[in-house]
């Protein structure tokens, strides 16, 4: 009786080992089976399976012809480790989320795609770029939905950068503001057209006017500030020069319409260079009547005092002192108080001038 209870027991503690061992065997086979037929892996099957990797098929006929208990046992409760397998696997598989082929074949193939697609979005979200001059609407339109194929293993960065150079190259475009997210999806696309070169310098109701000269200094440049006599005997006072060509000396000024009238068809017959001034000692805030707000211009106001029979030198003079009391004044300076400074000067100086300068209508002193 003893030696049966020994073999039972030896018997069943073989059956959990093997079982164990089982157990995980066909767990993976189930979930592999469900995942890819979508069926429950059938026990039987299971068992056999089992029985059949762990060795037991020999050892499973010799039992049939000579029972033991203790062999009994021990296919007993593999088999029970088996069953379970399967029904383990089979709830596991349940979970695992589905892919198609197509999907499974790519994960074998590397993973991830081999080029990146950079899509730009529609010609209404291509946003212009402030303060930059606008591309046209056919150039959006031309732009509108069009994709790029990028290696997909060189990093975001590197992505951005040749979209821009593309767009900037192969269409001509100035600049180009772009940002992508971490998919390579653009977030913001915004572009401007290629800067122009003396238009952006010019202020609305100015233009820029060549003049012919005699006698340039040497080394001018764009910037220098000059001072031109006329051929008229007339000057244009302290001035910014725009643009220079030596060979022909012709200078390129930026005036108001008043003062184009002065030097139309006129040349120079000398131009002097003047020293640099810094910023905070000559210019002026003047608030127009339109609540726009420009720098204080001396030639403006030259010219406006001469139209009313104020000499050249005089008309310094008084430009001088105005300059001076303005300065002490909190900026933006309204034009009627400009205005204002100035017959107050000239009516010291030239009464009669001062009458005909008070009759001027205040827009035709622009820069008061």
């Known amino acids: 009786m003893s030696a049966l209870i020994v073999e039972s027991l030896y018997?069943?503690?073989?059956?959990?080992?093997?079982?164990?061992?089982?157990?995980?065997?066909?767990?993976?086979?189930?979930?592999?089976?469900?995942?890819?037929?979508?069926?429950?892996?059938?026990?039987?099957?299971?068992?056999?399976?089992?029985?059949?990797?762990?060795?037991?098929?020999?050892?499973?006929?010799?039992?049939?012809?000579?029972p033991t208990l203790g062999g009994a046992m021990e296919i007993v409760a593999v088999?029970?480790?088996?069953?379970?397998?399967?029904?383990?696997?089979?709830?596991?598989?349940?979970?695992?989320?589905k892919k198609s082929p197509g999907s499974i074949l790519d994960g074998f193939r590397g993973g991830k795609p081999a080029y990146s697609t950079v899509k730009l979005p529609s010609s209404l979200l291509i946003y212009d770029i402030v303060g930059k001059p606008r591309v046209p609407d056919s150039l959006k339109a031309e732009l509108?939905?069009?994709?790029?194929?990028?290696?997909?293993?060189?990093?975001?960065?590197?992505?951005?950068?040749?979209?821009?150079?593309r767009l900037i190259t192969d269409w001509g475009i100035g600049n180009v503001e772009l940002e992508l997210d971490q998919e390579a999806k653009v977030i913001h696309f915004a572009i401007s057209a290629k800067e122009r070169g003396l238009s952006p310098l010019i202020p609305e109701g100015s233009v820029a006017v060549p003049i012919e000269c005699r006698v340039?200094?040497?080394?001018?440049?764009?910037?220098?500030?000059?001072?031109?006599?006329?051929?008229?005997?007339?000057?244009?006072?302290?001035?910014?020069?725009?643009?220079?060509?030596?060979?022909?000396?012709?200078?390129?000024?930026?005036?108001?319409?008043?003062l184009l009238e002065m030097i139309r068809g006129k040349?120079?017959?000398?131009?002097?260079?003047?020293?640099?001034?810094?910023?905070?000692?000559?210019?002026?805030?003047?608030?127009q009547k339109t609540g726009e707000i420009e720098d204080f211009k001396l030639q403006k106001i030259i010219t406006s005092m001469k139209k009313v029979g104020v000499s050249d030198e005089l008309a310094k003079k008084i430009v001088t002192k105005?300059?001076?009391?303005?300065?002490?004044?909190?900026?933006?300076?309204?034009?009627?108080?400009?205005?204002a400074?100035?017959?107050?000067?000239?009516?010291?100086?030239?009464?009669?001038?001062?009458?005909?300068?008070?009759?001027?209508?205040?827009?035709?002193?622009?820069?008061?």
């Not at 120079?268 to 805030?285: C, D, G, H, K, R």
């Not at 105005?322 to 205005?339: E, F, Y």
């Not at 100035?342 to 820069?367: D, G, T, Y």
Request: charged share 25%; glycine share 8%.
């Open 11 to 66: 018997g069943f503690l073989r059956g959990l080992i093997f079982g164990t061992i089982g157990f995980f065997t066909v767990m993976l086979l189930s979930i592999v089976y469900r995942y890819f037929t979508n069926e429950r892996l059938s026990s039987f099957i299971g068992i056999l399976f089992g029985l059949g990797f762990l060795g037991f098929s020999g050892g499973l006929l010799a039992i049939l012809d000579q």
């Open 79 to 97: 088999s029970i480790f088996i069953v379970w397998g399967v029904n383990t696997g089979d709830k596991i598989a349940e979970k695992i989320p």
């Open 144 to 165: 509108s939905d069009r994709e790029f194929n990028l290696p997909a293993d060189i990093p975001l960065e590197d992505i951005t950068n040749r979209v821009k150079r």
């Open 216 to 258: 340039i200094p040497s080394n001018l440049a764009s910037g220098d500030f000059v001072k031109i006599f006329l051929e008229n005997n007339e000057a244009i006072e302290r001035i910014e020069v725009k643009g220079v060509n030596e060979e022909l000396k012709v200078l390129t000024i930026v005036a108001d319409l008043g």
């Open 267 to 287: 040349k120079s017959s000398l131009v002097v260079a003047l020293p640099y001034v810094e910023p905070t000692q000559s210019v002026i805030s003047v608030e």
């Open 322 to 339: 105005v300059q001076a009391k303005l300065c002490k004044m909190d900026p933006p300076i309204s034009t009627r108080l400009i205005k």
């Open 341 to 368: 400074a100035v017959i107050e000067e000239v009516e010291n100086e030239n009464p009669e001038a001062a009458k005909k300068l008070r009759k001027r209508k205040l827009w035709e002193l622009k820069s008061f």
